[in-house]
Nanobody, 123 residues
Framework: VQLQASGGGLVQAGGSLRLSCAASGSIFGVGAMGWYRQAPGKQRELVARITSGGSTNYADSVKGRFTISRDNAKNMVYLQMNSLKPEDTAVYYC??????????????????WGQGTQVTVSS
């Protein structure tokens, strides 16, 4: 299973970016998907998460500015980021809980991570 994130870049404060992440490989189901971020010198933190049923939760710092969505048919998750602030600058990672096959006759749920995409917001 692989997660491929895209859409990061450099934007001025107040601008917008849309991140995308596609899950591919031997996937038999996808549970919760989410976006995390890690700024230099800081721990990785949850930005937003969405369940397979569409329930969402957000970090307080991004509520009202970011929107997470998903396309279950394509195993994709998106993060629309509006009104960006310099403090949103970080590497953003997508995460997905996927049902995959062990090759030994059973399937299991596992968390997978994308490679990270840099978001830089200039003041």
């Amino acid at each position: 299973v692989q997660l491929q994130a895209s859409g990061g870049g450099l934007v001025q404060a107040g601008g917008s970016l849309r991140l995308s992440c596609a899950a591919s490989g031997s996937i038999f189901g996808v549970g919760a998907m989410g976006w995390y971020r890690q700024a230099p010198g800081k721990q990785r933190e949850l930005v937003a998460r969405i369940t397979s049923g569409g329930s969402t939760n957000y970090a307080d710092s991004v509520k009202g500015r970011f929107t997470i969505s998903r396309d279950n048919a394509k195993n994709m998750v998106y993060l629309q980021m509006n009104s960006l602030k310099p403090e949103d600058t970080a590497v953003y990672y997508c995460n997905a809980n996927c049902l995959t096959d062990s090759g030994l006759g059973y399937r299991f749920w596992e968390d997978y991570w994308g490679q990270g995409t840099q978001v830089t917001v200039s003041s």
